[in-house]
Structures are given as C-alpha cells and as structure tokens.
DNA sequence: ATGGTAAATGCAATATTATTGCATTTACAT
DNA sequence: ATGTAAATGCAATAATATTGCATTTACCAT
C-alpha cells in the first residue's frame, strides 16, 4: 500500500464515498515527495484550478489518518504524508533534513525490539513511528 | 540527564543567562508527567501566580529544544517534554494513549538497527525519533 | 435513468497556535 | 555600582485548526 489506486479500493471496501474531494487529495498525497500541510494541498490544488475548502481538507485528512492512507510526521512540522507501509501499527519514516525528501517503510525486528523494551517499563505499545533524520542519497554529496 | 540543576549547568556552561523565565518553565517540564504545550506552560505559571508572555515560551522552548534539554513528540499533538534521554541524536518515548504519561528512552542498539535499514535506501540519518503508543501500567487494568 | 437519503462538502465565524519587530528590562561581567 | 549584550514583554499579525449549520453530492433502491 498505498498508491492512488489501492487507497480508493480502501475507501470503498470500508463504505467511505469516492468523492471528488478525496480524490484530488489522494492523486496529490500520492504524488507528493515531501510531507505536506493541509494548506499545501489547497495551494496545489488551487493550481490546478481546483478549489477546496480548508475544513474539508483536514477531515479528509483525518480520515485517510484513521484508515491508514496517511500520516502525520513531526519533521518539517508535523506535516502529513501518504503511508507506503503495508505493517498495522507500524509506521517508520526517514526524512532529509536538507530537501524534505521522505520514505516510508516498516519492520518488525524494530518493533519487536521496541515492545521488549516497552515492557521493562510496564508499558504495552500498539503503535509504532519513527522517524530517522539525515540526509538522502541526493543531499549527501552537495555542499550548502 | 536532565533534571532540573543538570539543565541549569547545561545553560550557564553554554553561556545563556539564567533567567527567571527560563528557570520557571524548566520547573514545569520538570515536573510534568506527560507532554506540555507553549500554552499548558503558560497556564500552570499562570496559576502560581506567575505571569510569562508565550511568545517568551516559544523562544525558550525552541533554545532548549536546540540544547536537547526539551523535545516535540508526534503524540498527543506535538508538544514538548523535558529529554530524559542521554544518548546525543537519539530521542525515544512511549506515551500513553489513556493517560498521557510518557517515558523517554534512548537504546543504541535500534539506532544501528535504523541506520542499516537507512543506508540500503541510500539515507544517512543523524536523529532518531521513536514513539511507542500504547497503554501504561496504570491504564492496563482500567476498563473505560 | 430517476429520485430519496445519508454522507460529505462549503461557508462563516471563531478559536488556537505561532511569528515578527521593536521598546524595555535584566543578568552578568567588569 | 554600572555598562552592555542578551532576554523579555508587548502589540500586531499570520498561520493553523475547529464548530455548527446550510447546501450539495454519491450511491442505493427502484
């Protein structure tokens, strides 16, 4: 998961409806190479000569959130990105502190390694993220 | 680190001024047990009787951020905490979902983990971010 | 195809969170 | 004590987020 057109099998298999506002925000979630905020998405979409209000964007957001077509990350302030991982709970990015350039990814060994850890301390985790912060293949070789 | 003297050394051999502002919302941190916003900060001064202007706060939530003596967690919509973590460029929690508590955590042995997956996607990470999201030991036997 | 209906969106108002420039105050070195 | 750079306060403004309600739309049954 999850490209534009497995997102929409999700939203229907679930009974959401496959509206015009959802899929303009999923074509531009899925195209997207960098986090982005709610108004990112309105600016990009008021490019394309497409309009749509700031309310709708965020519970379109929130939605694809509790359904797992998206994400928030805290680098670069907490914006939101489509999920690429297929793992439930499991949401592992690494972001370039220099372009914004984001990849997703998931795996089980870490989380494993997080529950043990998580009991010494009494605590029993559902839910995994991280984020790694560095530089991508592009940015290592540039100088700023 | 950090509890509250370690944090004042950290300020006075780094050649900031210890303020009574600042000395203030390191004792909030201190104390808090779960994540605190700019305006949380606020109101709990407020309410000894100690006024702050948050644009106060925000500056020296963003100095101690940049110290590594305060972080931002994704959870409970990204509000800071005091690091209880040692470990330079590696900042863990769990939090939980009941009660807000959170523990910090730092383990070298995930971060090698990270880095590995990091390098066969051509990334070099310098920081790493992790948020378990679970229940606490308290909030496992309530039913709610 | 067409109409009924719940769901989704748009809109307006408002709340919350965050940032900036500049005047004033304060910690600290001398 | 006092000079000075650093830190804070204040006012204005920007950016981000939420709510209630009227309107529109996707999708179902016919």
Redesign the pocket.
Known sequence: MFDFQSSIQVL?TKG???????KRVLEVLAQAQKPV???DIQKVLQQRGE??????I???L??FCLLNLAHKVLSF??FVKCTLGEEEGCHRFMVCRQCGALREFADKALCDEENEIAQDFGFRTEQHFSEGFGLCSNCQGQIF
Chains 1, 2 share one sequence.
């Open positions: 229907r959401y409806k496959l509206t015009r506002p959802r905020s709610p108004y309009h749509l209000n700031h309310v709708t965020y519970r379109i929130d939605l302030g907490g």
